[in-house]
């Protein structure tokens, strides 16, 4: 079955740096979209960045882009979101998404917090 498995959150100064990790299985991974979104407390879950295709087209919310940049590793079924720069806006929970014949799957998701 499809399981994605999220990691690499933490607490981190503002300023820092952090890469998140997402750990796909049970589908073809080179093939498929995948996107992370980002949810803070009392808020609604957010789009954050998309990659897709080959050679892979990204996508960027316009509050991370030049900040946060998205990549893929086929080899590993693994898509990554390095974050530069962070901001105490930026915390959140992270989850990796996608999306296979209609259906969402979410990751389990991975705190990050801004924060000096």
């Known amino acids: 079955q499809v399981e994605l498995e999220d990691s690499g959150g933490g607490l981190v100064q503002p300023g820092g740096s952090l890469k998140l990790s997402c750990k796909a299985s049970?589908?073809?991974?080179?093939?498929?979209?995948m996107k992370w979104y980002r949810q803070s407390p009392g808020k609604g879950r957010e789009f954050v960045a998309e990659?897709?295709?080959?050679?892979?087209?990204?996508d960027y919310a316009d509050s991370v882009k030049g900040r946060f940049t998205i990549s893929g590793d086929n080899r590993k079924n693994t898509v990554y979101l390095q974050m530069s720069s962070l901001e105490p806006r930026d915390t959140a929970v992270y989850y990796c998404?996608?999306?296979?014949?209609?259906?969402?799957?979410w990751g389990q998701g991975t705190q990050v917090t801004v924060s000096s």
């Open positions: 990659i897709s295709g080959f050679p892979p087209l990204t």
């Open positions: 998404n996608t999306i296979i014949q209609g259906a969402y799957y």
């Open positions: 049970g589908f073809i991974f080179s093939n498929t979209a």
